[in-house]
């Protein structure tokens, strides 16, 4: 895969994702013309505790949650908006925050460089959960390059890696 500016600025700045998230390592990763692949291998020690959720003091636990509903303490007396309070941060070592953190950075940068990028809202994750499943997407990513001319989201658009 020949990368593009953005492409190069996006495969940097993936592995300076362990540098800001300690406990992070990288697996497989490709940068595509429109998307990326990339598994992030998260140290399973440091799972949250749903019960302890707000007693959580260690800057570098990495959760897997895109958003967790905490319930206020009782009693509590609010005012605010019905649903206000419903889903909060549930920190910055979150796979959200960590890729949103990776995005809004390559988005800085290629904006900085006067490069045309634009990101899709969302993104797809899923957890791996033994070493057939590690083997089946890591094969997936590495070959993904091969596919590319079968690729059902081809364009000819370049600068909008996903």
């Excluded at 600025?9 to 429109?34: C, R, S, T, Y």
């Excluded at 549930?90 to 900085?112: D, F, L």
């Excluded at 590495?142 to 370049?158: C, L, M, Q, R």
Aim: with cysteine; charged share 20%.
């Amino acid at each position: 895969m020949i990368l593009s500016e953005v492409g190069i600025i996006a495969d940097l700045l993936w592995h300076q994702i362990p540098m800001h998230h300690k406990n992070v390592e990288l697996g497989d990763f490709v940068v595509m013309p429109n998307h990326i692949h990339g598994i992030l291998i998260i140290d399973k020690q440091n799972n949250i505790d749903l019960d302890n959720v707000n007693n959580t003091n260690d800057a570098n636990d990495v959760y897997t949650g895109h958003a967790l509903y905490i319930p206020p303490p009782s009693p509590v007396i609010t005012f605010e908006k019905p649903g206000s309070q419903r889903f909060q941060n549930i920190g910055k070592n979150t796979i959200s925050c960590i890729v949103g953190s990776y995005k809004s950075a390559v988005t800085k940068h290629a904006n900085r460089l006067g490069y045309r990028h634009q990101w899709q809202k969302l993104f797809y994750d899923n957890i791996i959960r033994d070493n057939n499943q590690y083997q089946r997407i890591s094969d997936y990513i590495v070959s993904n390059p091969e596919n590319w001319a079968k690729d059902k989201f081809k364009t000819e658009d370049k600068s909008k890696i996903k």
